[in-house]
């Protein structure tokens, strides 16, 4: 199953790339404020689409373009086609594709695929994680004063603004830096490679947040919503760290 997920990962991203090229034909549409849609994003998505029904015809799908479909079994494909659709429009070279599986709710399996930088970030449960092959760790960062900080503005609902500032103003004073590239799931990865040692956003989608998460725990990370519990997917609030800093994010973050 997973290398049904990467297969299709990999044709979406052969899809991206080509279309990196031609930056005319984008033809841009806004969904919302600030939230943007490409015929990119929907023809990656038909190929992922592709390669899953014909390998898993009864099997639920969650799409960010197409919405749920039911399946008979017991696993539901978790698809984001496009993570960081602002930055494809912009050619600012932080954009993936993602793809989570769950079975009976929890999650399974999980790739990220910078397809830039051919990075593929692949787990399964229990399993570890790995980029490229090769296994991946979270950070041995110990403290919150010492860790570079993820996070994602709340660019859709503009009515978090506030609580977010206020989150941002501590992380900025008990942290020794904060970063915002644009593509939570890209992140996520990063966190679970090591290049970031936490990360926090609210107004997530599951697809932005479900391979990116399972990649954390399988590479020794703790993940949660912003007061540590579980039930991120549903609320879209998220939280993740190394296990010695997740506690003063939190702590930050309260």
Not at 146 to 154: K, S, W
Request: proline residues 3%; contains cysteine.
């Amino acid at each position: 199953m997973l290398n049904i997920a990467v297969r299709a990962a990999r044709r979406a991203g052969s899809v991206i790339n080509r279309a990196s090229l031609d930056g005319a034909g984008l033809e841009v549409r806004s969904k919302r404020q600030n939230d943007f849609v490409t015929r990119v994003d929907h023809a990656a998505e038909e190929a992922i689409l592709d390669v899953v029904r014909k390998a898993y015809p009864d099997h639920a799908i969650l799409a960010e373009e197409s919405g749920a479909v039911a399946g008979t079994a017991e696993y539901e494909w978790v698809i984001d086609p496009l993570d960081g659709t602002t930055n494809f429009i912009h050619g600012f070279p932080q954009y993936c594709v993602s793809i989570g599986i769950r079975h009976r709710g929890a999650l399974a399996h999980g790739v990220v695929y910078d397809s830039n930088r051919n990075e593929l970030f692949t787990a399964s449960k229990g399993r570890g994680a790995f980029l490229n092959d090769r296994r991946i760790r979270v950070s041995k960062c110990l403290r919150l004063g010492d860790a570079l900080v993820g996070t994602g503005f709340p660019f859709r609902e503009l009515t978090r603004i506030d609580r977010y500032t206020g989150q941002m103003k501590n992380m900025m004073e008990k942290s020794a830096g904060v970063r915002r590239a644009g593509a939570a799931a890209l992140d996520l990865a990063y966190v679970a490679c090591g290049r970031l040692d936490a990360f926090w956003e609210m107004g997530l989608s599951p697809w932005d947040m479900a391979a990116g998460a399972l990649l954390i725990q399988e590479a020794g990370g703790l993940v949660g919503d912003l007061k540590g519990d579980d039930g991120y997917l549903e609320s879209g609030e998220l939280a993740c760290a190394t296990p010695k800093v997740f506690p003063g994010l939190l702590e930050a973050l309260r």
